[in-house]
């Protein structure tokens, strides 16, 4: 009965041993936590004070529950420091690196500077590191390759410079690679072909340089991989195209080269974003890449594709975005309509076309079809576009951009254009339209931005414009408008005005200076009084006006150099180099070819220097600009090795 006894108090004592030293060990292990929090608050500014009362030993609270920190139930040890988002800025204290039971450490925006301390070696624990959107700085620490465990790497948006190491191709387990936007350069590392868990890899917006790893798009388990804005050269690996996972390819703003693989749609059935534009691509867009049937976003613009857009991309019915702008893109031979456009009414989700700046060569169609809800923009300036606009138009009730300026339209303005009630943009300069305005265009409240010059309109002004009360800038010039009725003055929000060279004719109303925030009004090149403006001292002009002078800006003195003087410079001095030179040959000339060569020669340098004269014409509407005058010379060189 005594050892029986014995053996009891024995037990309990020993228990009682064992858990007092747990207590001892626990409290320990806290002291550490605590005390690297500690240190890290000292590195700290913390302008919201939401740290300064919290992380405090003067409370009784624990540190597992201080903001930002969570603790493991087992051990009670910090498992999770999670920063991010509170306005702190300062560095990190090295004695983080004594948080050895970390697995998340996250100090994502913020104002954070500095490098990252060698002591985060430690922590082989860390499932998730996030510092993006900070200020650090300095190499990316090649540690970061053994944290066997680590998940999430993201440190975008940062100042982090030199070459990605080739260590972090250690990591097995790595799923997110997020370095966007930093100054890291060199050539993406083969060696994260190893890294078979990859889903995303984000690294545009830096410095990289080379090609892309054949490697890393053969990843079995990626989904994202967005390269843009950097210098990559090369072919795109075609195995880019024959991932059945991969659903982001941004590939945008580099030097990348070659043609699209003839069967680039066969195997992307979950590709959502195709983003291939400002790089050296050629060749045609392959039909097959309507087999892409869950893409939303295709921009494949400022390339070197040629070709007719093909009419198969209205098979992609989830399609949102199309951008095929800067090409060299023609339509169909066998039609002179525009057919790519009625094959994308299909696609009932698209919001956005830009085709601007191809030499399309064709008409408009009539536009029916489902997408005439959802359309938002549409962008078709300069493609050489014939023919009228259509009434059709009037169904895309939801468009707010429309940019047709630069082309060849002709006949009036339809008055269907009414309809469109959320246009804030209408774009048509610089074409053949004629007629009066339409009236209609008083239903476009919204209208932010009326571009009709350059065109040939005539007639007044519609009465009922003072109720856009959107309108900020609006330029008629280059018509044949001859009245502005009394309510144009009741604009009182707009900023800029061009209503020159046209045949407007009468007074200006003293409600003229209803206009209060205009920053712009040219009325120059009309019909009407000088004495509308005189003794305004807010103009400039002429002293008989009774208004200051005007004064040249720096910036409007360049403009006239770059577009008027210098035309004329060269023009002048490629006429007296061609004189020079014909005076040396003048003898030579005579004896192979006869007076008849030397005439002929010289009509040439009387033609240039009659552009010469023409780039300095007071008038604006007669003087030669830059263009005129680079076709002209054009010209003169044919004719002058013709003859």
């Not at 195995?239 to 069967?263: D, K, R």
């Not at 408008?481 to 060279?501: A, H, M």
């Not at 509308?532 to 002429?542: I, R, T, W």
């Not at 040396?584 to 020669?601: I, P, W, Y």
């Amino acid at each position: 009965m005594e050892i029986s006894s014995f053996s009891v108090f024995f037990v309990l004592l020993l228990v009682h041993c064992l858990m007092a030293s747990t207590a001892v060990a626990v409290r320990t292990n806290i002291t550490t936590d605590q005390s690297a929090l500690l240190a890290l608050k000292g590195h700290i500014t913390d302008p919201n004070k939401i740290l300064a009362s919290n992380w405090s030993t003067s409370t009784s609270t624990s540190v597992c529950n201080w903001v930002g920190i969570k603790c493991g139930s087992k051990h009670l040890r910090v498992t999770s420091l999670n920063l991010s988002h509170m306005g702190l800025s300062g560095t990190i204290a090295p004695q983080i690196g004594n948080l050895t039971f970390l697995f998340n450490l996250s100090f994502k925006n913020n104002k954070f500077h500095g490098s990252l301390p060698n002591e985060l070696a430690s922590l082989r624990r860390l499932e998730v590191v996030s510092f993006g959107l900070n200020n650090f700085s300095g190499m990316l620490p090649s540690w970061l390759g053994f944290l066997p465990k680590l998940q999430v790497l993201s440190a975008y948006t940062n100042s982090f410079e030199g070459t990605i190491p080739e260590s972090l191709g250690n990591i097995s387990s790595l799923k997110v690679l997020h370095l966007s936007k930093n100054y890291l350069s060199g050539r993406i590392p083969k060696s994260l072909g190893n890294c078979t868990s990859l889903e995303i890899i984000h690294l545009d917006n830096n410095n990289f340089t080379g090609e892309i790893p054949q490697e890393i798009v053969t990843l079995p388990n990626l989904t994202e991989v967005t390269l843009a804005n950097n210098s990559l050269t090369g072919h795109i690996p075609n195995a880019i195209f024959n991932s059945s996972n991969i659903e982001v390819i941004s590939l945008y703003m580099n030097l990348l080269s070659g043609n699209l693989p003839s069967s680039i749609g066969h195997w992307l059935p979950n590709l959502r974003v195709l983003y291939l534009w400002g790089n050296n691509l050629k060749g045609i867009i392959p039909n097959s890449i309507s087999n892409a049937s869950m893409l939303t976003e295709l921009e494949l613009g400022a390339n070197y594709f040629y070709g007719s857009i093909p009419n198969t991309l209205g098979n992609l019915r989830q399609l949102e975005r199309l951008n095929l702008a800067n090409n060299f893109f023609t339509r169909e031979s066998s039609t002179l309509e525009l057919s790519f456009l009625s094959s994308l009414t299909n696609c009932v989700n698209l919001k956005s076309i830009v085709v601007a700046n191809n030499p399309l060569n064709g008409t408009l169609p009539l536009l029916k079809g489902n997408f005439s809800t959802s359309l938002e923009k549409f962008v078709a300036f300069n493609c050489n576009i014939k023919g009228i606009i259509p009434r059709e138009i009037g169904n895309l009730i939801n468009l707010m951009t429309l940019h047709l300026e630069d082309n060849e339209l002709t006949g009036p303005i339809p008055t269907i254009v009414g309809n469109l009630g959320n246009l804030q943009g209408l774009f048509l300069q610089n074409n053949k339209i004629h007629g009066s305005i339409p009236n209609d265009i008083c239903h476009l409240r919204k209208l932010v931005d009326l571009h009709l010059n350059q065109n040939e309109l005539f007639g007044s002004i519609p009465k009922c414009w003072g109720s856009l009360s959107s309108l900020q800038n609006l330029y008629l010039d280059s018509n044949q408008l001859t009245s502005i009725p009394s309510s144009f003055w009741s604009l009182k929000d707009i900023l800029r005005i061009n209503l020159s060279s046209n045949s407007l004719n009468g007074y200006l109303p003293i409600d003229v200076g209803k206009l209060e925030h205009v920053t712009q009004m040219d009325l120059s090149w009309n019909k009407l009084s000088a004495s509308s403006f005189m003794g305004n001292q807010a103009l400039c002009g002429p002293p008989q006006l009774q208004v200051p002078p005007c004064k040249r800006s720096s910036k409007t003195t360049t403009a006239v150099i770059a577009r008027y003087i210098l035309p004329a410079m060269i023009a002048t001095i490629l006429a007296l180099f061609l004189i020079f030179v014909l005076m040396r040959g003048q003898k030579r000339d005579a004896k192979r070819k006869g007076e008849e060569n030397f005439n002929a020669k010289l009509d040439c340098i009387l033609s240039i220097m009659q552009l010469a004269m023409a780039c300095s014409i007071e008038a604006p509407e007669e003087r030669s600009n830059m263009r005129e005058v680079v076709t002209t010379l054009k010209s003169i060189k044919l004719k002058f090795l013709k003859d």
